[in-house]
């Protein structure tokens, strides 16, 4: 989920703008977290659709 779209419940204000500590906190920890979660899940799905197709593609290869 990315913090653009989330409300902080302790001053209602959107996350991404960091009012409060709870925002900063919260959008700091967002931030760091790993580059997949970021991803929207269609884009995980052609992922692993490519991830699929690539390792049939080698198996085909190798026999």
């Known amino acids: 989920m990315t913090y653009d ?4 419940a302790n001053c209602a204000a959107p996350v991404s ?3 409060c500590p ?4 919260n959008r ?3 931030q760091q977290d790993s ?3 970021g991803l929207n899940p ?3 799905i052609a992922l692993l659709a490519v991830l699929v197709a690539a390792v049939a593609l080698l198996a085909h290869q190798t026999v």
Do not use: D
Request: glycine share 4%; charged share 30%; with cysteine.
């Open 5 to 8: 779209r989330l409300v902080c």
């Open 35 to 37: 580059f997949l979660s």
């Open 28 to 30: 700091e920890r967002l």
């Open 17 to 19: 703008e960091g009012r």
């Open 22 to 25: 709870v925002c900063r906190a």
């Open 42 to 44: 269609m884009a995980l």
